[in-house]
Every structure is written in structure tokens, then in C-alpha cells.
């Protein structure tokens, strides 16, 4: 055969898959057959992974030799399952015109995957980890929807044999990825700097300190004055792997201290490398006791505490704490409400900047909780995939809201307008930021920026005369 009509087969196989994975009509005698053509259909998809994993760890990479038996395995997966196929229809024969219909399939397969990857990079509705699950639901959905297509043509079978078939085919060729750890064909080059967070940071110590941190962080407090109602404020910030979520609590901190009057009553827990040396970590433990410390400086009758989260959040309600190389537990409701009942706090604003925080409002609502939360239980919130210094909840609340407003609950209001036309103007599903307030706390709360727009028109008043 010449090398011009190999080159035209070798296209048009490529073309009748294309239309097969795209669920457009074809005809099976468009795939032409032979040795030749399962050796090139054979070197394109392997190329093609060589392709991908050179680009995503370019430019500065190196070739990885243990790749090549990682995909010698997934191949020899493959043809062990159309094998198996090809027996239980008795159509061993034709083994290898299954192999050429499954073979071309694969460029446009993996262009589209590739397309979902690059989509799933440049959107913030789902955090990385979502994003790469929901690509490869999309693209095994779509690949087991084609292969159903090619088996159930080839052997001119029912519909629940097709799905039986596919089930096997998915067994053999996906359990390898969730059953092996992934070799890449090609591995990024790593420099000193790669490593320098992992090897520069002394796991033993860092633990070991966090008693002298938080003391230290304590001891710097004062107490409430009496016949005063004075705010106090946690800020905790769980994600290390995210400098937005340090930055929001540090700015949160900020706020609260210039316009609220906490300075000197607050303090804040940050899951990050800057500041490991310097500032407890947000983890359970030490959210408990900084409760627990800053409950002995408060006038509980009067004094209220304010526990700003900010995070990413689960759909099953946890806040992430997360900061490698350390092994910290997220924070659900229940232990939050635990530390602030055992130590007394009575009089709350928990504010939650993190996806499905909706789902804290119920277990710690009670009369004299404040609850603001950036997303309802079912829904994500938005802007913490950047390095920034908000997520949209943040900003709009912190900064729109209460340096405007100088309130907690008019704050909110300002904010929930603001995040929705910025999620309609990018075409984003809402997050629809939640809010419950207490009846208790609500007159407490009118009572106390009263008297806080009173003192401020004096201090201005008495700075003005001097």
C-alpha cells in the first residue's frame, strides 16, 4: 500500500471518529481496518499524551521514563477489554476493526478534554479541586456515551447488554486511575525555591509554639470597660493555599478596629507561610481557646464578640483548615458553638466568608446570634481563587458595607446587592449571601451604634475645639 493512500485512511479514521464522538450519523465501513493503521492510531494518542503533559509542565521540564509504563499499562487495560468484549460476542475475528472504532475516537476526545481543562482554569465558580472533578465526570460521561454508541453498532446488540459492556469497559480502562498513582510523561523541574515552604518550615516547632503564640497574642488584649458594651474579634483564616483568605481576615481585623473600636480586643488565627512564625494557626484547638481567653476579658452581659471565618467551605458544612504540611481538621457548626457556649459568650456576630456557609446558620442561630454568611447552604460563593485582598462577599460587605454604614445588618444589605449584580454581570449562579438575626441581639446591636455614632461625634467634636 503507498504511504499517500495510508495517510488518507489514517485521516479518514480520524474523521469517522470525530463524527462518532460528536453523535453525528455514521457508517461503520467509513473506518478502514489493518495492522498499520492500529500502529499510527497507536502513536497519535500516545503523542498526543506527550503533547499534554510536556505543555502543562513546560517551560522548564524533563522527560519522565516510568510515564511510558504507566501508559503501557492503561493500553494493555484497553485491549484486554475490547478482547474480552470481542470474545463474549464471539467476534474475536474482528478485534481489530473494534480497535481502529475506539482508536479514533481519541484525538477528538482529547482535544475536548483539553478544551474543559482550560475552561475550568479561567472560572471561579468552582475552586480547583471541584473544577478538576467536574471535568472528569464531563469528560467520562461523554466517553462511556460513545463508547455505548460504538459497541452497541458493531455488535447490533439491546440496550442492556450495551450498558453491561460499557460497565466493563469503564472497569478495566478507569480503575488503573483511581487504583495507581499517575506517572506524567514529563515532570516540571523543581528548584530550591519549590521546596522552600515544605523544608522551611519545622513542623515539630511550629506546633510546640502555638501556646506561646496565642498566649502572647492574649496577653496584648485588654478587658471591656464596665457599663459599656465593647466588641471583641476573632479573625480566622483556614486555607493557606489561598493568600486571599489571610488578606480578608488581616483587612477584616483592620476595619473592625478602626471603625468599631476593637483595637486592643482583637486578634487573628492565619493558616499561611508568612505568618507561621508569628501568628497562631486557625485550626480547632486554638479557636477554642482564643474563645476561651477572650471570654475572660469580656463583660459577658455586655460584651459582644464578633468571629469572622473565611475559608473555602464543603457541602456538607465544614470550613476548611488546611495548611500543609500540617494535618489540621475543617470546622463544622458544631464546633464553633461548642467553644462559645463553654465559655460563656453570650452575645454573637459570626460572620462566614466561604461556599455553602448557609448551612451554619441553623445550628448556631439562637436569640442573641448576629449570622451573616456569604452563600446560602447550596450554593458557592465567589473570588477566592486569586491571591487578592477580598473574596465578592468580603468586599462588598467589609468594605462597601460596614465602613459605610458603621452597622452589622444594614452592612449586610448593601452587600447582598452589590455581590448580586457582580455575579449577574460575569454570569455567575448567585451565591444569595444569608443573614439571621436574633431578636435579642437586634435592639442590642441598635443600642450599641448609637452609642458608637455618639462617641465618635464627640471624640470629633472634642478633637474640632482643640
Not at 487495560?77 to 467476534?91: C, E, G, Q, T
Not at 492565619?270 to 484547638?285: F, M, R, S, W, Y
Request: proline letters at 4%; charged letters at 20%.
Amino acid at each position: 500500500m503507498s504511504p499517500y493512500k495510508v495517510i488518507v485512511e489514517l485521516f479518514g479514521n480520524i474523521l469517522a471518529g470525530t463524527r462518532a464522538a460528536l453523535f453525528m450519523p455514521i457508517r461503520l465501513w467509513l473506518f478502514k481496518g489493518g495492522f498499520l493503521q492500529i500502529c499510527l492510531l497507536l502513536v497519535i494518542s500516545l503523542s498526543l499524551s506527550l503533547l499534554y503533559d510536556y505543555y502543562d509542565t513546560a517551560p522548564d521540564n524533563y522527560f519522565n521514563p516510568y510515564g511510558l509504563s504507566y501508559q503501557a499499562l492503561l493500553y494493555l487495560s484497553f485491549f484486554f477489554s475490547l478482547s474480552l468484549i470481542a470474545v463474549l460476542n464471539s467476534r474475536q475475528q474482528d478485534l481489530g476493526k473494534l480497535t481502529i472504532l475506539f482508536l479514533s475516537i481519541v484525538p477528538v476526545i482529547w482535544l475536548g478534554s483539553v478544551c474543559l481543562l482550560a475552561l475550568a482554569k479561567q472560572q471561579t465558580y468552582l475552586n480547583a479541586y471541584q473544577a478538576n472533578w467536574a471535568v472528569f465526570i464531563t469528560y467520562s460521561l461523554w466517553y462511556l456515551l460513545v463508547v455505548a454508541r460504538l459497541i452497541k453498532r458493531f455488535f447490533y446488540i439491546a440496550l442492556l447488554p450495551t450498558l453491561a459492556y460499557v460497565v466493563l469497559y469503564a472497569l478495566f480502562n478507569f480503575s488503573p486511575l483511581f487504583l495507581l498513582p499517575t506517572e506524567p510523561l514529563w515532570y516540571p523541574l523543581q528548584s530550591e525555591n519549590d521546596f522552600e515552604m515544605p523544608y522551611k518550615i519545622d513542623v515539630e516547632s511550629v506546633y510546640y509554639s502555638q501556646n506561646t503564640l496565642l498566649d502572647k497574642s492574649v496577653n496584648n488584649l485588654i478587658e471591656g470597660k464596665a457599663d459599656f458594651a465593647d466588641l471583641f474579634f476573632i479573625g480566622f483564616a483556614g486555607d493557606a493555599d489561598e493568600d486571599v483568605f489571610m488578606n480578608e481576615a488581616k483587612s477584616a481585623q483592620s476595619i473592625m478596629d478602626d471603625y468599631f473600636n476593637t483595637f486592643g480586643r482583637s486578634l487573628v488565627l492565619i493558616n499561611n507561610k508568612e505568618t507561621v512564625d508569628n501568628v497562631p494557626l486557625a485550626n480547632g484547638h486554638n479557636l477554642k481557646n482564643s474563645i476561651k481567653e477572650i471570654a475572660k476579658l469580656m463583660n459577658i452581659d455586655e460584651d459582644i464578640l464578633v468571629l469572622f471565618l473565611t475559608s473555602h467551605g464543603t457541602e456538607d458544612h465544614y470550613i476548611s483548615a488546611n495548611f500543609p504540611p500540617f494535618k489540621l481538621n475543617d470546622i463544622n457548626a458544631l464546633a464553633i458553638n461548642g467553644a462559645l457556649n463553654s465559655a460563656g459568650v453570650k452575645w454573637r456576630i459570626i460572620i462566614i466568608s466561604a461556599c455553602y456557609s448557609g448551612g451554619f446558620i441553623e445550628p448556631l442561630a439562637d436569640p442573641y446570634t448576629l449570622l451573616i454568611t456569604a452563600a446560602s447552604a447550596d450554593r458557592n460563593s465567589f473570588g477566592c481563587g486569586h491571591d487578592g485582598k477580598y473574596t465578592y462577599f468580603g468586599d462588598a460587605y467589609l468594605e462597601s458595607g460596614l465602613k459605610q454604614t458603621k452597622s452589622f445588618i444594614r452592612a449586610f444589605e448593601v452587600a447582598k446587592k452589590i455581590v448580586l449584580e457582580k455575579e449577574n454581570n460575569k454570569g455567575y449562579k448567585n451565591s444569595e449571601p444569608q443573614i439571621r438575626v436574633g431578636a435579642e441581639i437586634k435592639n442590642k446591636l441598635i443600642d450599641f451604634e448609637k452609642k458608637l455614632e455618639t462617641k465618635a461625634n464627640n471624640n470629633w467634636a472634642a478633637s474640632f475645639s482643640e
